[in-house]
């Protein structure tokens, strides 16, 4: 899965898309034999990025949710990498 963050969306709507996706992945429409598709998030700024990082890992560590998995980026760093981007 694929979301883009920029600043045209407020910070507790961001905080709020995320712990979706945890709610989802903690939800029961996956199952054991099933793995929750990697979320990637991309951010429009270093800043927004680092929020995010921090974001998520709070929200995982609170939930104790241990399928959802998040890769964080920029969006700079995700297109001057392309396919070798960590």
Same mark, same amino acid.
């Given at each position: 899965?694929?979301?883009?963050?920029?600043?045209?969306?407020?910070?507790?709507?961001?905080?709020?898309?995320?712990?979706?996706?945890?709610?989802?992945?903690?939800?029961?429409?996956?199952?054991?034999?099933?793995?929750?598709?990697?979320?990637?998030?991309?951010?429009?700024?270093?800043?927004? /990025?680092?929020?995010?990082?921090?974001?998520?890992?709070?929200?995982?560590?609170?939930?104790? /949710?241990?399928?959802?998995?998040?890769?964080?980026?920029?969006?700079?760093?995700?297109?001057?990498?392309?396919?070798?981007?960590?």
């Amino acid at each position: 899965m694929l979301e883009y963050f920029d600043w045209s969306l407020s910070l507790s709507a961001m905080k709020k898309k995320i712990n979706s996706y945890i709610n989802h992945a903690d939800s029961g429409d996956w199952t054991p034999q099933s793995i929750y598709p990697a979320i990637l998030l991309v951010c429009a700024t270093p800043e927004l /990025e680092t929020k995010l990082r921090k974001w998520t890992s709070t929200a995982l560590v609170d939930s104790w /949710e241990d399928t959802a998995r998040f890769y964080i980026t920029t969006k700079e760093t995700f297109f001057r990498n392309g396919d070798n981007s960590n």
